[in-house]
């Protein structure tokens, strides 16, 4: 029964939490891609595929701690340090992906879309209007500055659908860097949660301290 339990326990982290890793790994290029060409559906499905792998899998993921656990019991290392540790540590990469990677990936997937909706109807209204008339300055009327766009911190969505689309089609967004801050403050996150269970691995084959000999 021990055998059968880390083995479940085994695959089950190899195919819930590895898919999730490199998802999420993945995810902030894909993001900056779509945004950078709203209305690309290519771009914008990449991204929302890893979306989704990080969400489905990570609700797989529990079946990591289910059999974590049954085998830690079948073992008996439940009070052992190493093995605390590491379920610590699973619980503070469990709380970084709910509550800091999947939250943010939804709002980018939000700002995709909301993107890609504005260049439609920016297209629609550009043929019915004809060119955009000049203002005195000679910019285009409504042009966006990177004056005009929300800091890193603050969502796309707090502007007009169409303000984010102008600002990305202009280049505004990449000089003002909210959306590549966003996206690189992301990676980062990323690259913590996957610290995180490549230290809980380790101390799953070291097993510092263990008196079990297994």
Not at 147 to 158: H, I, K, W
Not at 169 to 188: C, H, I, Q, W
């Amino acid at each position: 029964m021990t055998k059968f339990l880390l083995s479940v326990h085994v695959l089950a982290a190899i195919v819930a939490i590895g898919p999730v890793t490199v998802a999420a790994s993945m995810f902030p290029s894909a993001a900056r891609a779509a945004l950078a060409r709203p209305g690309d559906e290519h771009s914008a499905g990449i991204a929302r595929v890893l979306y989704r792998i990080c969400g489905i899998y990570s609700a797989l993921g529990l079946l990591v701690v289910v059999f974590g656990f049954f085998t830690a019991q079948s073992l008996d290392v439940l009070g052992q340090t190493w093995l605390m540790v590491a379920i610590a540590l699973t619980g503070l990469a469990a709380l970084v992906l709910a509550f800091a990677i999947l939250p943010a990936q939804r709002n980018l997937i939000d700002e995709i879309t909301a993107a890609a909706a504005a260049r439609v109807a920016g297209a629609g209204a550009g043929t019915g209007a004809g060119k955009a008339e000049a203002s005195p300055g000679g910019a285009p009327a409504g042009a966006v500055s990177a004056m005009d766009l929300p800091t890193a911190d603050q969502p796309t969505t707090s502007l007009p659908a169409s303000r984010v689309a102008a600002a990305l089609d202009s280049g505004a967004a990449t000089g003002n860097g909210f959306a590549l801050a966003r996206t690189k403050r992301l990676a980062m996150t990323a690259g913590i949660f996957n610290l995180l269970w490549a230290t809980v691995t380790v101390l799953m084959i070291i097993r510092p301290g263990s008196t079990t000999g297994v």
